[in-house]
């Protein structure tokens, strides 16, 4: 094998810094034995020109066989393919015309069912409004007449008040002008 480097001056360069005549040529003895065996490694992995245009040859002649297998399959299966490709797509269709109408009923009766819950929900808020009034009606009505039995309990304690002070008054000054 050719070795791409000169080995003399390799052991040249060795020796000028410091190793003997017999280590340099052991050294570079190892280094092309390392790179003889990884050169193997290489070229056992590729292959020559002439293999590389037999494998083409032979990819060639599977492709060329091939063809004439697809152009066979095209004519006798492939009008067969489009047949049933064109009975399916008219399934697909009518499938979906059913699918369509189903869904406008589904959507009918959906807003038929919801404008019902609307009617019903309208109906309950005017039920809870009117009870809520009548509440608030009845509220007001109690309040009021608390109001006016309060102010009723005022002036009858006013006026035991003012009925009271008096008597204490009156039984004062008789008290006073018996004492004077």
Known sequence: RKVFFDTHAL???LEGNGFTTQQSEVIVSALVKIMNTNLDMIYKDMVTKVQQEIALQQVMSHIGGVKKDMIILEKSEFSALRSENE????????????VMDEITK????????LNLEKSRVKELHAQQDRALTQTDRKIDTEVADLKTMLETHKLDN???????????LTVALGFYRLWR
Do not use: H, M, W
């Open 11 to 13: 052991v040249c360069l």
């Open 158 to 168: 006013i006026k035991y008040l003012a009925g009271s002070v008096f008597t204490c």
């Open 106 to 113: 589904v959507r009918a009766d959906n807003k038929l069912n």
């Open 87 to 98: 009975k399916i797509k008219l399934e697909l269709q009518q499938i979906k015309k059913q």
